[in-house]
Structure formats: C-alpha cells, structure tokens
C-alpha cells in the first residue's frame, strides 16, 4: 500500500508534530475555543442497491447543527488509518466540523466489491453519502470533502457531479488527468510506479473486514473479494493512451462541472503538483491553490518540510464555506507556494530552506518565460548557429532518478552526473544573480529518430559550484504521442520533428554563482519501460530552446499566516534500502522495505506489511532484457484471527507483447485460503 499508504506518516505525525504558536489571519480571525468530541466508531450508509458502506463519525459536543466533512478513501480506519482519522476526526471536531471516514465499497469493513479505482459507481456511492450526511439531524446541511491522493481524486470526482449539498473541497495530492498525471503512465510511457502501484491494489483489494464490525459474515464477504481481485496490471496496461479508460474519472474534461469552491494542495518533493496550475487557471469557481516542501501527504506532518499549522487552515476554509463565517481566507492571495533554495535531496532528511511567495492570481501576469537558446553545449539568451547533436542510446540513463513519488530519502533524486555523463546536456553561463522560477519549465526541440519508436527524457538541473548537479525538474515523452495523448502515430525515421517536450511544475531558487544545466537522453530507466529498440536521435540543436517561468522578486511578498511547524527526521531503520549496481553495462535494482509492525491497543489488532519491494534488471543495449517484479505484503493479527496477504506482479515484453504475470495469495491461521495467478499477454501499442 506504500503508493497511497500514509499511515506511518501519520502515526509519526501524530506523536511528533510540533505544537506551533498558533497564527492570527490578515483579518484577525483566530481559531475558536475548542469543544468536546464524540466519536462513533461505525455506522452503515445504505446505498441504492442495497450495499451498506461502514463510516466513523467524529461529532463536536454542545455545539448546534454542525457542517461535516468527508474523506473517502479503501484504505482501512479500523487499523491501518485508525491513528491518522483519530487525529484528524478529533482535530476538526474540536473547532465545529464534524468529521465522516468512510470506506470505498468492498473496502475495510463496507460491503461489495473493490474492482478497480475511481469507478462510476464509486463516485455516485459518494454523492449518496453526502446526502445522507447533509440528512443528520446533527448536520447543518453542508457538506465539505478532503482528501490526499485516492481521496483527493475522490473529492474532485464527487464535485463533478455537484451534489447540492457539496459546498466545498480541499483535494491534496492528486491530479485532474488521471492518464497523464497518476501513478500508471509517464509522459505516454508506462511508468514503474504503475507496476508498483499494481501490486499495492492488489493487497488493498483483497483485505478482510473486520470480524468485530462486519460479524460472523466477515469470511464469506472476505473470501469473495479474494475470488474476484482482478488482474489489475494487466488491465491498466492494456490502456495505453489516454482513453475513455483513463478520461473517466479525470476532471479536466469539462472543469465546468465542479460548482463549488476548491482549495487544491500539492507538495514540490510529490508527483501531483501539475493538477494546481490547472486547477487554479480552468475552474471558474472561488478557488486557492498551495503548494509547498513536502512529500505525497498533508502539510502536517510534513516531510521533509517545514510544515504548516494546518489544523488553522482547514478549519478557517470549512468554518468559512460551510458555516458562512468571515474568516478572511478568501481575501489572501490565490496561490502560495514555497520556493526552496535548495533541492530536498541536498538536505535530505531535513526541512527545505527557503521562503513563502504568493500569487494574486494563476496564471500570475509577472511571470514570463526566459528563453535559453541550445547551442555548443550550452545555454544562451541569443540565438545560435547551426548545429546537429546525435545522442545514441545505448547505456542506461535514469538511475539517479527511479523514484516517481519518493516516500523516503532513500528514493529522492541522486546527485546526477552519472546520467549527466550519459546524456547530451547544456549549461548556461555562472549565474550573475539569484533565478527563481515558479511554474512548468518546456523544452521546445527539433530532433529525428531512426526508429519509429522513441522516447525523450529531458532533466532540468542546478549545477553547483563545485559542479554538482542536481535534479529540479524533469519531463519525458513518447514520441508517438508528440501530438497529444489519445491517437499516438508512429514516427518516420529520419523524418525531422518539431516537439514540445514539457517539464513538471515546480518551484526554485538557481542561486549566483551556479549554473542552469538541461540535460536530454532517450529515456529514464527504470523510472519508465524502456523502448523495444536502442534509438539514436539527432538533434537540430539552433531550433532548441528551453522556457524557463521566470518569477520576478517583488520588493515584498505577502505575509504567510499560517504558522510553520517542524518534525523530527525520519527514522532511518523505516526507510527503504536502494542497492543500485552496474557490471558491465548489466543494471540492477533492488529496493526493499523493511517489514512494520504496529499493535493498536484499543482494538487488539497487530497490523503488518511490506513493500512494494522491486527488483528490476536490464542490460544496456538490449531492452528487451528488461524484467520488473514487485511484492507487496499485509498482515492483520488478533488472537484466533491471523490474515496474512502477499502480492506479487512481474513484468517482461518482447518487441510487440508485454507478458505480465500476478499473483495473490491469502492465508487465515496458517492455512491457504486463496492462491489467484493471471497470466496476459498485452499488445504494445507505439509503447
């Protein structure tokens, strides 16, 4: 469950969260005084087809009609998020907002089956739990939803279909094009975190209810998801473009149909910051944007950090949507966002130095590309003569960057001049001033291949002065999809293209003194599969430039009213170990988990788990000899009620096939109880 899997975050959090000096607002407005908090520990909502899914409520006492808010996630509140919805159900309530958990249908303990994410019926399970919400005689009548990552997607999903009683979201971490910016695709490149986060589902598909919820039912209901746990690598790899598939579930088909008003939150060290920019700019509604130094989760905890005061923040968004409460967060600017003067893996574990700076607006008037010209090598204001590069990709570029959504230190981007070494790169002269840059980098190249099949992968990187480079944004696109995602074309070879090759949203500081380094290979491996063929491009290096989202420095930027808070590092034994090693051109990767293992006191239970762990492999001029495999466990433990779950997916492709084989196993009290194998044979389509 590691890909959406934020329970140690937030058991850490919880424990070692700082308590910050609590901030005032521009306006004045303070948090209120803090009410007492009833919990209830399960509920059913009836669904129209007669399902029942299991919710925890968490009401504010001695208070009148409260506005609720949802979060609505398949990952597991009676054990393995019970620390994080303990904390932030009593958070919330404590200041007037009711707080509703509720689980996916044939998740944790609410009936039916989980077949896949983000489904249609999943969206209107949700929209019927709002109304039923909005119903209670202890509601006020207004529903708010929030969510990171599944339940960000959740939220934005349940918006489109505007619920009446939906009057606000907060989605965090999550995307508005589920092809382009989630965990399955790159670039139109099939991604390892696809493969990873196949084999997550699969053990998150296949959990147990609780047998002190759900009753002597629990078997039967647990047997059946087990029997109907998909083949669910094989089925998102057999989308390969941006299909009906992937548009179902992704808002940015039609921004119109989200009505009410959006505050969207993102992290620079996570992979979802895209959806913000075009969140802000597409949606038409009252609407923020906040985007700051910390991994796929809540800004508080927050790792790497600094964190924010967050409990503040959500409770003046809620208190001023659903409760009709001036609290002067609409008056502030529409897009804060932290710019780090450093990357995080150059301080890794630490926190991000750096400061706040805000937008009035996105897109902000003030920021306009630079343009660098590519040329000799480097990186120029004016124009350059003629000149062709040929980049030929036989030796593999990409293992400094493997991670797409780093969890831990051990997955942040390495100092990279091993790839650097290996790719066609460009500096510019040593800085004479401070750049800071705020937004989506583009390199705009004119290149050939001499295959019809052919990727690009293009690193922006901050050279030091003691000539280290290090990774502040990247991009990579499959060719066949140079003119959009949904009907790719195969290329002709030789042929000479115009592409526009974007690089990811992000924020930065390129300090005096350093250089501004683009970088371009074929591909990023493993961070993407590679291409059936070695390709060599040619490059018309004089029609290459790179765009860079210049952000003036104002004379001052608007106070932050949100208060800073900090963590202790990370425990480096949870960490993941990364062994990289390179004989002979020959790559292999191993990153593996250490198993957890965490009792919940208040309800008997010993949760554990590992993974995705991966092992992948490939020698450098023979794609072809590329493998992954991952593994995913979970174990739920009480006396005479022993799961334990293991997943395994593993990968390998021909020049026109992918083989992917997966595998569930499942065991009570020792005993087997499933053993699900799928084997598929996947066309590749330009992939």
């Not at 089925?235 to 088909?253: F, K, P």
Request: proline share 9%.
């Amino acid at each position: 469950m590691r890909r959406r899997d934020l329970m140690k975050s937030a058991l850490g959090g919880v424990a070692i969260m700082a308590k910050p000096a609590r901030a005032r607002a521009a306006s004045g407005w303070r948090l209120p005084a803090k009410l007492g908090v009833r919990m209830i520990e399960n509920s059913f909502i009836a669904m129209p087809d007669g399902v029942r899914l299991a919710v925890q409520l968490w009401l504010p006492e001695a208070a009148p009609a409260a506005p609720v808010v949802l979060e609505y996630i398949p990952y597991r509140k009676r054990d393995h998020y019970r620390a994080y919805d303990l904390y932030w159900g009593q958070t919330l309530a404590q200041y007037g907002i009711a707080y509703a958990r509720l689980e996916t249908r044939g998740s944790g303990d609410s009936e039916g089956l989980l077949a896949d994410e983000y489904l249609p019926s999943e969206q209107q399970d949700a929209a019927t739990a709002v109304a039923w919400l909005a119903a209670r005689p202890w509601c006020n009548g207004a529903v708010g939803m929030r969510g990171v990552s599944w339940g960000g997607f959740s939220t934005l999903q349940t918006a489109a279909l505007a619920p009446p009683a939906l009057k606000a979201i907060m989605p965090m971490c999550a995307s508005d094009m589920r092809y382009t910016d989630d965990a399955h695709y790159i670039g139109g490149a099939f991604a390892l975190t696809g493969l990873k986060w196949a084999t997550s589902m699969k053990v998150v598909m296949a959990g147990p209810p609780d047998p002190q919820i759900t009753g002597p039912g629990w078997e039967a209901a647990w047997r059946a998801r087990l029997a109907a746990t998909p083949a669910i690598a094989a089925r998102w790899l057999d989308h390969q473009t941006n299909d009906a598939y992937w548009r179902q579930g992704s808002v940015a088909v039609d921004y119109s149909a989200i009505r009410c008003p959006t505050y969207v939150v993102g992290g620079l060290v996570d992979s979802y910051g895209n959806a913000i920019p075009r969140l802000l700019a597409n949606l038409t509604v009252p609407r923020k944007g906040l985007y700051g130094p910390w991994k796929h989760g809540y800004p508080a905890p927050a790792s790497p950090g600094p964190g924010l005061d967050w409990a503040f923040e959500e409770v003046r968004w809620w208190r001023h949507w659903l409760m009709g409460e001036e609290t002067g967060i609409m008056r502030e600017p529409m897009l804060r966002a932290y710019m780090p003067a450093v990357t995080a893996a150059e301080v890794a574990p630490g926190p991000i130095p750096g400061r706040w700076v805000a937008e009035d607006a996105w897109p902000a008037p003030a920021i306009v590309p630079r343009i660098y010209h590519l040329g000799g090598r480097g990186l120029h204001e004016a124009p350059q003569p003629s000149e062709t590069a040929r980049y030929v990709a036989d030796a593999i570029v990409g293992l400094g960057k493997i991670e797409w959504v780093p969890f831990a230190p051990t997955e942040l981007p390495a100092e990279q001049s091993a790839d650097d070494a290996r790719s066609l790169t460009f500096d510019s002269a040593p800085l004479t001033e401070d750049v800071e840059m705020l937004g989506a980098p583009v390199l705009r190249v004119r290149l050939a291949s001499d295959r019809p099949w052919a990727k690009i992968a293009v690193r922006l990187t901050e050279v030091s002065p003691d000539g280290k480079p290090w990774l502040v944004s990247y991009g990579l696109l499959n060719l066949t999809h140079r003119d959009g995602q949904e009907t790719p074309a195969a290329l002709t070879p030789g042929r000479a293209y115009d592409v526009v090759a974007p690089l990811n949203f992000t924020a930065h500081r390129f300090k005096k003194g350093g250089r501004i380094r683009v970088a371009v290979s074929e591909s990023l491996w493993p961070l993407v599969w590679p291409s059936p063929q070695v390709v060599t491009l040619t490059l018309d290096v004089a029609a290459c430039r790179l765009e860079l989202p210049v952000r003036p420095r104002p004379a001052s930027e608007a106070p932050m009213p949100i208060a800073s808070t900090t963590t202790s590092p990370p425990d480096p034994k949870a960490w993941p170990a990364m062994t990289i090693t390179e004989v002979h051109g020959a790559a292999h990767v191993v990153e593996a988990w250490p198993t957890s293992e965490n009792a919940i006191a208040d309800i008997g239970e010993t949760v554990s788990g590992s993974g995705p762990n991966v092992v992948l492999a490939m020698d450098a001029g023979d794609p072809l000899s590329c493998v992954w495999r991952a593994e995913q466990t979970a174990g739920f433990k009480r006396p005479g009620w022993d799961i334990a779950l293991r997943a395994e997916v593993t990968i390998r492709a021909g020049a026109m096939h992918f083989q992917v084989s997966e595998r569930l196993f499942a065991s009570l009290n020792g005993e087997t109880v499933a053993d699900v194998a799928h084997q598929s044979e996947i066309r590749r389509h330009l992939l």
